[in-house]
């Protein structure tokens, strides 16, 4: 079964510092996508960054980027240079023939 | 692109009444997810559409919850009858079919069963 596992249920950064989100995921499929989405107090879901299975190459997006490890199923998030508004919760999702998404991890940003 | 439309933004009902959240997905995306966020459970998906289709909806909880797509910019998710278990933040999202580039959410209904 496919599954995705956030194990930090919460994790705070010192501003303009950089801080890493875990995610691990499983699934028997060899053609998935995995996105890091954030969901700030507002509510409003939204994409950060997104990372194709076949692609090798880490995403990257501004200050945002992935550690992608395809062997060890694994799909970090690394915020760089924190700011303020990235509080937020962080959701970790996978999508291929099914989606999930993991239970997120609260970012505090400390001024 | 206004992105995903749902409505309404707030939702109070009392147990028992039928409650019926909407959404406009955006132009010319193909598939349509209708999920759940509760502090208890997460993010779950209830039921997703291809080309006004529905897919899967295995995530749909009971008989109570139905969806329907009846065109490709209009869905709906009735509960019917509404209990208190029910309350929670109901997301509609839509993609592309390949979904590669993720989905696009609606602000989302909060939906409160008293």
């Known amino acids: 079964a496919q599954t995705v596992t956030q194990s930090q249920p919460e994790m705070s950064v010192q501003e303009a510092e950089t801080v890493t989100l875990s995610c691990t995921y499983d699934t028997s499929e060899s053609d998935y996508y995995l996105f890091w989405y954030k969901q700030p107090p507002s509510r409003q879901m939204i994409l950060v960054i997104r990372?194709?299975?076949?692609?090798?190459q880490n995403a990257t997006e501004n200050r945002f980027s992935v550690n992608f490890q395809k062997a060890a199923k694994s799909f970090s998030l690394k915020i760089s240079d924190s700011q303020l508004g990235d509080a937020a919760m962080y959701f970790c999702?996978?999508?291929?023939?099914?989606?999930?998404f993991g239970t997120g991890t609260s970012l505090t940003v400390i001024p | 692109d206004a992105g995903v439309i749902q409505s309404p933004r707030h939702e109070v009902t009392e147990m028992g009444q039928e409650v019926t959240l909407r959404c406009k997905p955006i132009s010319g995306h193909n598939s349509l997810f209708w999920y759940r966020q509760t502090m208890m459970r997460g993010l779950e998906l209830l039921i997703y559409f291809n080309n006004n289709v529905p897919i899967d909806d295995s995530g749909m909880p009971e008989d109570r919850f139905s969806a329907k797509m009846p065109n490709a910019s209009f869905s709906t998710l009735k509960i019917q009858p509404s209990e208190p278990r029910d309350s929670a933040v109901y997301f509609c999202?839509?993609?592309?079919?390949?979904?590669?580039?993720?989905?696009?959410f609606g602000s989302g209904t909060r939906l409160t069963v008293v």
């Open positions: 990372q194709e299975a076949y692609k090798q």
């Open positions: 999702a996978y999508t291929g023939n099914q989606f999930y």
């Open positions: 999202a839509s993609s592309h079919r390949r979904w590669n580039y993720g989905y696009t």
